[in-house]
Protein backbone atom coordinates (compact mmCIF):
# COMPACT_ATOMS: atom_id res chain seq x y z
CA UNK A 1 0.00 0.00 0.00
CA UNK A 2 1.06 3.80 -0.73
CA UNK A 3 1.83 5.75 2.17
CA UNK A 4 -0.59 8.34 2.46
CA UNK A 5 1.23 12.05 1.89
CA UNK A 6 -0.76 14.72 3.79
CA UNK A 7 1.63 17.53 1.97
CA UNK A 8 0.53 21.55 3.21
CA UNK A 9 0.93 24.08 1.17
CA UNK A 10 1.46 27.54 3.07
CA UNK A 11 1.79 29.65 0.08
CA UNK A 12 2.62 33.00 0.85
CA UNK A 13 1.99 33.13 4.04
CA UNK A 14 3.82 33.43 7.69
CA UNK A 15 6.73 34.85 8.66
CA UNK A 16 9.55 32.57 9.77
CA UNK A 17 8.91 33.35 13.50
CA UNK A 18 4.80 32.68 13.32
CA UNK A 19 6.05 29.44 11.69
CA UNK A 20 8.26 28.88 14.31
CA UNK A 21 5.27 28.95 16.57
CA UNK A 22 2.83 27.03 14.50
CA UNK A 23 5.53 24.26 13.87
CA UNK A 24 6.15 23.63 17.88
CA UNK A 25 2.81 23.66 18.32
CA UNK A 26 1.78 21.04 15.66
CA UNK A 27 4.77 18.95 17.21
CA UNK A 28 3.15 18.95 20.72
CA UNK A 29 -0.10 18.22 19.13
CA UNK A 30 1.81 14.66 17.79
CA UNK A 31 2.32 13.91 21.13
CA UNK A 32 -1.42 13.04 21.81
CA UNK A 33 -2.88 12.62 18.28
CA UNK A 34 -1.70 9.43 16.11
CA UNK A 35 -1.11 10.09 12.90
CA UNK A 36 1.75 7.59 11.96
CA UNK A 37 -0.11 6.22 9.22
CA UNK A 38 0.53 8.94 7.18
CA UNK A 39 3.39 10.55 6.05
CA UNK A 40 3.21 14.38 6.94
CA UNK A 41 4.98 17.12 4.85
CA UNK A 42 4.71 21.06 5.33
CA UNK A 43 6.00 23.06 1.45
CA UNK A 44 6.64 26.17 3.57
CA UNK A 45 7.94 29.78 1.88
CA UNK A 46 11.86 29.42 1.35
CA UNK A 47 12.79 31.86 4.28
CA UNK A 48 11.62 29.39 6.58
CA UNK A 49 13.30 26.13 5.75
CA UNK A 50 16.50 26.92 7.72
CA UNK A 51 14.64 28.06 10.81
CA UNK A 52 12.21 25.29 10.68
CA UNK A 53 14.52 22.30 9.88
CA UNK A 54 16.35 22.23 13.19
CA UNK A 55 12.66 22.59 15.05
CA UNK A 56 11.32 19.31 12.51
CA UNK A 57 14.94 17.20 12.72
CA UNK A 58 14.18 13.75 13.93
CA UNK A 59 10.06 14.11 13.90
CA UNK A 60 7.82 12.40 11.82
CA UNK A 61 7.30 16.41 9.42
CA UNK A 62 9.03 16.85 6.86
CA UNK A 63 9.88 20.07 4.97
CA UNK A 64 9.42 21.25 1.54
CA UNK A 65 10.25 24.26 -0.69
CA UNK A 66 7.49 25.66 -2.99
CA UNK A 67 9.10 26.20 -6.21
CA UNK A 68 12.95 25.84 -7.24
CA UNK A 69 15.01 27.36 -9.80
CA UNK A 70 15.32 25.20 -13.00
CA UNK A 71 19.33 25.65 -12.74
CA UNK A 72 21.84 24.31 -10.79
CA UNK A 73 24.07 27.70 -9.63
CA UNK A 74 25.09 31.03 -11.30
CA UNK A 75 24.51 34.75 -12.06
CA UNK A 76 20.03 33.73 -11.58
CA UNK A 77 19.33 36.45 -9.07
CA UNK A 78 16.30 35.97 -6.94
CA UNK A 79 16.47 32.49 -7.70
CA UNK A 80 16.79 29.68 -5.25
CA UNK A 81 18.35 26.16 -6.46
CA UNK A 82 17.45 22.21 -5.37
CA UNK A 83 20.63 22.21 -3.72
CA UNK A 84 19.94 25.02 -1.13
CA UNK A 85 16.35 24.11 -0.31
CA UNK A 86 17.53 20.85 0.38
CA UNK A 87 20.53 22.17 2.29
CA UNK A 88 18.44 24.09 3.89
CA UNK A 89 16.36 21.14 5.30
CA UNK A 90 13.92 20.54 2.23
CA UNK A 91 12.66 16.98 1.07
CA UNK A 92 10.21 18.00 -1.16
CA UNK A 93 9.18 20.76 -3.64
CA UNK A 94 6.36 21.95 -5.20
CA UNK A 95 6.79 22.22 -8.65
CA UNK A 96 4.35 23.54 -11.31
CA UNK A 97 1.88 24.78 -9.12
CA UNK A 98 -0.73 26.30 -10.98
CA UNK A 99 -0.17 29.69 -9.47
CA UNK A 100 3.38 29.69 -10.79
CA UNK A 101 1.72 28.64 -14.63
CA UNK A 102 -0.44 31.76 -14.24
CA UNK A 103 1.22 34.13 -12.44
CA UNK A 104 4.75 33.64 -13.73
CA UNK A 105 3.94 32.21 -17.18
CA UNK A 106 5.68 28.57 -16.22
CA UNK A 107 5.26 26.23 -19.05
CA UNK A 108 5.45 22.66 -19.40
CA UNK A 109 9.03 22.65 -20.59
CA UNK A 110 10.01 25.26 -17.53
CA UNK A 111 7.77 22.93 -15.38
CA UNK A 112 10.54 20.00 -16.47
CA UNK A 113 13.73 21.21 -16.25
CA UNK A 114 12.33 22.58 -12.65
CA UNK A 115 11.71 18.72 -12.04
CA UNK A 116 15.28 17.60 -13.12
CA UNK A 117 16.64 20.12 -11.09
CA UNK A 118 15.05 18.64 -8.15
CA UNK A 119 15.73 14.79 -9.04
CA UNK A 120 19.79 16.41 -9.43
CA UNK A 121 19.70 18.24 -6.42
CA UNK A 122 18.18 15.58 -3.83
CA UNK A 123 14.51 17.08 -3.86
CA UNK A 124 11.69 14.68 -4.32
CA UNK A 125 9.32 16.96 -6.92
CA UNK A 126 5.91 17.12 -6.00
CA UNK A 127 4.43 17.80 -9.80
CA UNK A 128 1.01 20.21 -10.36
CA UNK A 129 -1.46 19.22 -12.75
CA UNK A 130 -4.98 20.00 -13.41
CA UNK A 131 -6.82 21.78 -16.33
CA UNK A 132 -8.43 25.37 -15.57
CA UNK A 133 -12.82 25.68 -15.64
CA UNK A 134 -13.01 26.16 -19.43
CA UNK A 135 -10.85 22.89 -20.20
CA UNK A 136 -13.28 20.97 -17.90
CA UNK A 137 -16.33 22.48 -19.44
CA UNK A 138 -14.84 21.84 -22.84
CA UNK A 139 -14.05 17.93 -21.81
CA UNK A 140 -10.53 18.59 -22.20
CA UNK A 141 -9.65 17.84 -18.80
CA UNK A 142 -7.88 14.38 -19.49
CA UNK A 143 -6.20 16.18 -22.28
CA UNK A 144 -4.71 18.74 -20.30
CA UNK A 145 -3.36 16.61 -17.61
CA UNK A 146 -1.79 13.76 -20.07
CA UNK A 147 -0.14 16.69 -21.72
CA UNK A 148 1.17 18.40 -18.93
CA UNK A 149 2.45 14.96 -17.30
CA UNK A 150 3.93 14.36 -21.17
CA UNK A 151 5.64 17.98 -21.45
CA UNK A 152 6.96 17.82 -17.56
CA UNK A 153 8.39 14.42 -17.55
CA UNK A 154 10.09 14.43 -21.06
CA UNK A 155 13.46 12.99 -20.48
CA UNK A 156 12.96 11.87 -16.61
CA UNK A 157 13.53 8.56 -15.15
CA UNK A 158 12.80 7.32 -12.55
CA UNK A 159 15.22 5.06 -10.62
CA UNK A 160 12.72 4.66 -7.45
CA UNK A 161 8.64 5.22 -7.29
CA UNK A 162 9.57 7.17 -4.35
CA UNK A 163 11.47 10.08 -6.14
CA UNK A 164 8.34 11.69 -7.60
CA UNK A 165 5.02 12.31 -6.57
CA UNK A 166 2.67 13.87 -8.61
CA UNK A 167 -0.67 15.96 -7.27
CA UNK A 168 -3.39 16.56 -9.55
CA UNK A 169 -5.31 19.54 -8.62
CA UNK A 170 -7.81 20.83 -10.36
CA UNK A 171 -7.66 25.01 -10.98
CA UNK A 172 -10.83 25.50 -10.28
CA UNK A 173 -11.00 23.82 -7.15
CA UNK A 174 -7.22 25.56 -5.69
CA UNK A 175 -8.61 28.35 -2.94
CA UNK A 176 -12.45 28.28 -4.06
CA UNK A 177 -14.00 26.28 -2.23
CA UNK A 178 -14.95 23.90 -4.91
CA UNK A 179 -13.75 20.45 -4.82
CA UNK A 180 -13.95 18.13 -7.27
CA UNK A 181 -16.47 15.08 -6.78
CA UNK A 182 -14.52 11.93 -4.92
CA UNK A 183 -14.96 10.12 -7.96
CA UNK A 184 -14.04 13.31 -10.02
CA UNK A 185 -10.58 12.84 -8.48
CA UNK A 186 -10.52 9.18 -8.38
CA UNK A 187 -11.17 9.50 -12.52
CA UNK A 188 -8.14 11.84 -12.67
CA UNK A 189 -6.07 9.87 -10.28
CA UNK A 190 -6.16 6.68 -12.36
CA UNK A 191 -5.76 8.89 -15.60
CA UNK A 192 -2.55 9.97 -14.46
CA UNK A 193 -1.74 6.61 -12.88
CA UNK A 194 -1.75 5.09 -16.30
CA UNK A 195 0.10 7.91 -17.88
CA UNK A 196 2.80 6.83 -15.77
CA UNK A 197 2.98 3.65 -16.37
CA UNK A 198 2.83 3.84 -19.98
CA UNK A 199 5.89 5.66 -19.10
CA UNK A 200 7.93 4.19 -16.53
CA UNK A 201 5.74 0.80 -16.22
CA UNK A 202 5.36 -1.19 -12.82
CA UNK A 203 7.67 1.64 -10.99
CA UNK A 204 4.50 3.78 -11.79
CA UNK A 205 2.17 1.64 -9.03
CA UNK A 206 3.97 2.69 -6.25
CA UNK A 207 4.24 6.77 -7.75
CA UNK A 208 1.83 8.50 -4.98
CA UNK A 209 -0.81 10.57 -6.78
CA UNK A 210 -2.42 13.39 -4.32
CA UNK A 211 -5.32 15.35 -5.00
CA UNK A 212 -5.47 19.16 -4.46
CA UNK A 213 -8.03 21.61 -4.58
CA UNK A 214 -10.24 22.77 -1.26
CA UNK A 215 -9.56 19.87 0.40
CA UNK A 216 -10.96 20.29 4.00
CA UNK A 217 -11.87 17.74 6.89
CA UNK A 218 -15.08 17.59 5.87
CA UNK A 219 -14.08 16.19 2.35
CA UNK A 220 -10.64 14.18 3.10
CA UNK A 221 -12.01 10.80 4.44
CA UNK A 222 -13.99 10.45 0.68
CA UNK A 223 -11.20 11.74 -1.10
CA UNK A 224 -8.65 9.90 0.44
CA UNK A 225 -10.64 6.78 0.55
CA UNK A 226 -10.27 6.50 -3.56
CA UNK A 227 -7.89 4.00 -4.95
CA UNK A 228 -5.75 6.42 -6.86
CA UNK A 229 -5.80 9.47 -4.06
CA UNK A 230 -2.47 8.64 -2.20
CA UNK A 231 -3.07 11.58 0.03
CA UNK A 232 -3.54 15.49 -0.80
CA UNK A 233 -1.69 18.81 -1.25
CA UNK A 234 -3.60 21.17 0.90
CA UNK A 235 -3.48 25.06 1.09
CA UNK A 236 -5.94 27.07 2.92
CA UNK A 237 -6.71 24.66 5.32
CA UNK A 238 -2.83 23.45 5.69
CA UNK A 239 -2.51 26.28 7.72
CA UNK A 240 -4.95 25.45 10.32
CA UNK A 241 -3.23 23.21 12.83
CA UNK A 242 -6.37 21.08 13.69
CA UNK A 243 -7.77 21.09 10.33
CA UNK A 244 -4.23 19.87 9.29
CA UNK A 245 -4.50 17.16 11.45
CA UNK A 246 -8.08 16.58 11.16
CA UNK A 247 -7.37 15.45 7.33
CA UNK A 248 -4.10 13.32 7.89
CA UNK A 249 -6.58 11.56 10.79
CA UNK A 250 -9.18 11.11 7.87
CA UNK A 251 -6.34 8.89 5.69
CA UNK A 252 -7.04 5.71 5.69
CA UNK A 253 -4.98 3.85 8.15
P1 LIG B 1 -6.41 25.05 -1.43
O1 LIG B 1 -5.02 25.09 -2.22
O2 LIG B 1 -6.39 23.80 -0.57
O3 LIG B 1 -6.43 26.30 -0.61
O4 LIG B 1 -7.51 24.99 -2.45
C1 LIG B 1 -4.47 23.94 -2.77
C2 LIG B 1 -3.16 24.26 -3.40
O5 LIG B 1 -2.94 25.39 -3.82
O6 LIG B 1 -2.28 23.40 -3.51
Redesign the pocket.
Known sequence: MRTPLIAG?WKMYTTPSTATVWMRALLEDLTSQDVSHVELVLNVPATHLAVLAPITAGTPVALGGQDVSAHDEGAYTGEVSAAMLANAGARYCVVG?SERRQYHAEDDALVGAKVAACLAGGLIPILCVGEVESEREAGEHEATVIRQLTGALEGIDLKDSGDLVVAY?PVW???TGKTATADDAQAMGAVARSFLKGRYGPLADAVRILY????KPSNAAELLAKADVDGG?????SLKRDQYLAIAAAAPR
Not at 212 to 215: H, L, T, V
Request: glycine fraction near 34%; avoid cysteine; aromatic fraction near 0%.
Open positions: NHEAIGGGSMLIGGA
